[in-house]
């Protein structure tokens, strides 16, 4: 389990960015700052993806969760992101 960013634009045209407004938003990375989306993803021990979901730039990992292993069972190896403060999940 782990997440990537996306990028719909440079940190210095957030504000004439225009094409998906609604979606993004301004998030921070270890890489720094930047605007666009979160792609969380799920693999097998095999290698396929199990699970995928998109969320803004500035939510938090942990949050999605819930979300990305519904309907699933066993182990996850995710980072450090995704642990909440009460518990794994």
């Given at each position: 389990?782990?997440?990537?960013?996306?990028?719909?634009?440079?940190?210095?045209?957030?504000?004439?960015?225009?094409?998906?407004?609604?979606?993004t938003s301004r998030g921070k990375s270890?890489?720094?700052?930047?605007?666009?989306?979160?792609?969380?993803?799920?693999?097998?021990?095999?290698?396929l993806l199990e699970s995928v979901y998109?969320?803004?730039?500035?939510?938090?990992?942990?949050?999605?969760?819930?979300?990305?292993?519904?309907?699933?069972?066993?182990?996850?190896?995710?980072?450090a992101g995704y642990l909440k403060k009460?518990?794994?999940?």
């Amino acid at each position: 389990m782990d997440s990537t960013l996306l990028t719909t634009c440079l940190n210095r045209r957030i504000f004439n960015h225009e094409v998906t407004k609604i979606i993004t938003s301004r998030g921070k990375s270890t890489k720094g700052w930047f605007y666009g989306l979160k792609l969380h993803e799920v693999c097998s021990e095999n290698g396929l993806l199990e699970s995928v979901y998109f969320t803004s730039g500035n939510a938090n990992d942990s949050k999605t969760v819930e979300k990305l292993t519904e309907k699933m069972t066993g182990r996850f190896f995710a980072d450090a992101g995704y642990l909440k403060k009460n518990g794994i999940f």
